[in-house]
Structure formats: structure tokens, C-alpha cells
Nanobody
Framework: QVQLVESGGGLVQAGGSLTLTCTNY????????LEWHRQAPGKQRELVAG???????NYADSVKGRFTISRGNAGNTWYLQMNSLRPEDTAVYFC???????WGQGTQVTVSS
């Protein structure tokens, strides 16, 4: 029903910017909430940002003011604009739908010092 694929990850220097894209290639377009999560080596996966169909957003304290989550006009694409990146932002970033719940495979973001 839902097939989420992340793209846009890569290597960026500290202070730089990167935009991640999450695209639903599945047949279901009734996704209530789309979230971005990340997991660094040796750490638990954490919620980074989320957005609802109504446009309500929430962010982890560590990324507030730096990251922006948004939804594309077509309704099957979401973005995570990451500015002022720090080495501690290095992680595998996943997008996840909620209701229905489905995870993408993740994309690596590496921020160098």
C-alpha cells in the first residue's frame, strides 16, 4: 500500500545544507502523518520531525530552527530541509508514514567537521 523511498543524503560540511526527499511510490495516498527519524551508530532511533495532513509540524529540540519539514503539492512527496548542519546530525535518516505505518530504507547523511 505504501512504498517510501528516501533520497538526497550524502556528505556535507558542517554549517552546510542538505534537503532530503521522501517519496511514496505505493498505491496508498491516505497518509495521515509523515515523520522523519534518524539513527546514529550506537544510538536509538529518534524522531526528528513530523507533519500532518493539516500541516501541523513538530520537531525534536535538537533540530528546531535548523530543520524544516514540508509536503509537496502532489501529496506523495515530503521534504526535510536541513540547514546549519552539525557533525552530530550524522545519521541514517528514515521517513515513516503513520496511519498507515511504513518505514523507508533510510539514507545516510554525513556531516564533516
Amino acid at each position: 500500500q505504501v512504498q517510501l523511498v528516501e533520497s538526497g543524503g550524502g556528505l556535507v560540511q558542517a554549517g552546510g545544507s542538505l534537503t532530503l526527499t521522501c517519496t511514496n511510490y505505493g498505491s496508498s495516498f491516505n497518509i495521515h502523518t509523515l515523520e522523519w527519524h534518524r539513527q546514529a551508530p550506537g544510538k536509538q532511533r529518534e524522531l526528528v520531525a513530523g507533519i500532518t495532513l493539516e500541516g501541523d509540524t513538530n520537531y525534536a529540540d535538537s533540530v528546531k530552527g535548523r530543520f524544516t519539514i514540508s509536503r509537496g503539492n502532489a501529496g506523495n512527496t515530503w521534504y526535510l530541509q536541513m540547514n546549519s548542519l552539525r557533525p552530530e546530525d550524522t545519521a541514517v535518516y528514515f521517513c515513516k508514514s503513520y496511519q498507515p505505518e511504513y518505514w523507508g530504507q533510510g539514507t545516510q547523511v554525513t556531516v564533516s567537521s
